[in-house]
């Protein structure tokens, strides 16, 4: 009796440290045991009619490169929604893998599954644009081709409480997943955004200055993700007309576009809300794009696109007469990547086209005097590179 009341006494002490463990992990277990009863059903589709004579509510747009590892379990993941009035649009950029062949077997079964083909990679940016361009949905959410819809529920949480607020924006949260680590994932949305989740309405002009506040944490990644969001297909073709379809967002807009995307929806949008709802689940990959060791000429790279995205972040603080401060914050904050601009051998065009923003921002007389002088320091050992 003894030995099976230690025995009791283990077992209890071993449940205890799992609950605190994941108490601090800020898990819940609810969605613990959510997500791993999707993640068995992934491998079956909800059979379920859909009617595609009817508009869809949702267009489900998913940008798609050499995917082929992950691309039917994010297909299925949507398809297992038990809100069905939806469509997924997929755009295959040029793909050299297998991933076209996995999407055709589950379009032949499913309607509602687009697929457009790129007739050369055009990069995510690009990829998306041509999503809202083919999609009939009145609300777009984006979902990236590694990641997954962790909960069955989502688009039917998102339509009803829509239904009584009629948003332009509702924000998720979402959990982020490592690969390499399949039970490790953490709410960090809960702990680094900026409302909470409390589902309050945030109106216009609050709205359009949502990310730049300070105690909003702006810097953070994940308030700046485009895919944890509903959002009023409107509102991104506003969107997508301001930034037009200069030569630059052709060549260089495959980072830091979900930020401009972002900070140009809240300025559109009447109106916002996030709600206290985990949908989503980032694949963090160490040796994604975003994530992998990156040579210099690669480091390179990301800096001039920064670039442009820092001309395209001075036109909307100049047309939406924003503080330009906030720029300056983003300059500081990516500075890292312009050591190896200055270290690499830079085009001539973008070597001048560098030199003439930072004389631009030093020689307005709208700007602040701390922007002048960083401008200045930042110009002066920039032209001090070899050509």
Same mark, same amino acid.
């Given at each position: 009796?003894?030995?099976?009341?230690n025995?009791?006494?283990?077992? !209890?002490?071993?449940?205890?440290?799992?609950?605190?463990? !994941?108490?601090?992990?800020?898990?819940?277990?609810?969605?613990?045991?959510?997500?791993?009863?999707?993640?068995?059903?992934l491998?079956?589709?909800?059979?379920e009619?859909?009617? !595609?004579?009817?508009?869809?509510?949702y267009?489900?747009?998913?940008p798609?490169?050499?995917?082929?590892k992950?691309?039917?379990?994010?297909?299925?993941?949507?398809l297992?929604?038990?809100f069905?009035n939806?469509?997924i649009?997929?755009i295959?950029?040029?793909?050299?893998d297998?991933?076209?062949?996995?999407?055709?077997?589950?379009? =032949?079964?499913?309607?509602? !599954?687009?697929l457009?083909?790129?007739?050369?990679?055009?990069g995510?940016?690009?990829?998306?644009?041509?999503?809202?361009?083919?999609?009939?949905?009145?609300?777009?959410?984006?979902?990236d081709?590694?990641?997954?819809?962790?909960?069955?529920?989502?688009?039917?949480?998102?339509?009803?409480?829509?239904?009584?607020?009629?948003?332009?924006?509702?924000?998720?949260q979402?959990?982020?997943?490592?690969?390499?680590?399949?039970?490790?994932?953490?709410?960090?949305?809960?702990?680094n955004h900026?409302?909470?989740?409390?589902?309050?309405?945030?109106?216009?002009? =609050?709205l359009?200055?949502?990310?730049?506040?300070?105690?909003?944490?702006?810097?953070?990644?994940?308030c700046?993700?485009?895919?944890?969001?509903?959002?009023?297909?409107?509102?991104l073709?506003?969107?997508?007309?301001?930034?037009?379809?200069?030569?630059?967002?052709?060549k260089?807009?495959?980072?830091?576009?979900?930020?401009?995307i972002?900070?140009?929806n809240?300025? =559109?949008?009447?109106?916002?809300?996030?709600?206290?709802l985990i949908g =989503?689940?980032?694949?963090?990959r160490?040796?994604?794009i975003?994530?992998?060791?990156?040579?210099?000429?690669?480091?390179y790279?990301?800096?001039?696109?920064?670039?442009?995205?820092?001309?395209?972040?001075?036109?909307?603080?100049?047309?939406?007469?924003?503080d330009?401060?906030?720029?300056?914050?983003?300059?500081?904050?990516?500075?890292?990547?312009?050591n190896?601009?200055k270290?690499?051998n830079?085009r001539?065009?973008e070597?001048?086209?560098?030199?003439?923003f930072?004389?631009?921002?030093m020689?307005?007389?709208?700007?602040s005097g701390?922007?002048k002088i960083?401008?200045?320091?930042?110009l002066f050992?920039?032209?001090?590179?070899p050509?």
């Open positions: 009796m003894i030995i099976f009341s025995i009791g006494n283990i077992v !209890i002490l071993l449940i205890i440290i799992f609950v605190l463990y !994941i108490s601090l992990r800020k898990i819940d277990l609810r969605f613990y045991r959510s997500y791993i009863n999707i993640c068995k059903k491998i079956k589709v909800n059979k009619e859909v009617n !595609i004579k009817i508009p869809p509510f267009s489900i747009c998913i798609v490169y050499n995917m082929e992950y691309i039917q379990m994010s297909i299925i993941s949507v297992n929604q038990s069905r939806f469509e649009v997929i295959n950029d040029f793909s050299d297998n991933s076209e062949n996995i999407i055709k077997k589950l379009q =032949y079964e499913n309607p509602n !599954i687009k457009i083909n790129n007739p050369e990679n055009l995510i940016y690009k990829s998306r644009v041509e999503a809202i361009k083919n999609s009939k949905g009145n609300y777009i959410i984006f979902l081709p590694d990641d997954l819809f962790s909960n069955s529920n989502l688009l039917r949480d998102l339509f009803e409480f829509n239904i009584i607020y009629n948003v332009d924006i509702i924000e998720f979402a959990l982020r997943q490592e690969e390499e680590h399949i039970l490790y994932y953490s709410l960090d949305h809960r702990v900026f409302h909470n989740y409390n589902q309050s309405i945030i109106n216009q002009p =609050y359009s200055n949502i990310l730049f506040f300070e105690n909003n944490k702006y810097s953070h990644v994940f700046r993700c485009i895919w944890n969001k509903m959002v009023r297909k409107e509102i073709y506003k969107t997508i007309n301001f930034l037009g379809n200069r030569a630059y967002i052709k260089h807009f495959d980072f830091a576009e979900d930020t401009i972002n900070i140009l809240y300025e =559109y949008a009447s109106n916002y809300s996030n709600i206290n =989503y689940m980032y694949n963090f160490k040796n994604s975003s994530h992998v060791n990156k040579s210099k000429e690669f480091n790279k990301i800096g001039c696109c920064l670039f442009f995205f820092y001309q395209l972040f001075y036109k909307y603080i100049n047309n939406f007469q924003k330009i401060n906030y720029l300056l914050f983003d300059l500081k904050e990516f500075d890292y990547y312009f190896y601009i270290e690499y830079v001539s065009y070597k001048k086209a560098i030199i003439n930072y004389r631009l921002l020689d307005d007389s709208n700007k701390e922007l960083y401008a200045k320091k930042f050992n920039f032209l001090k590179t050509t």
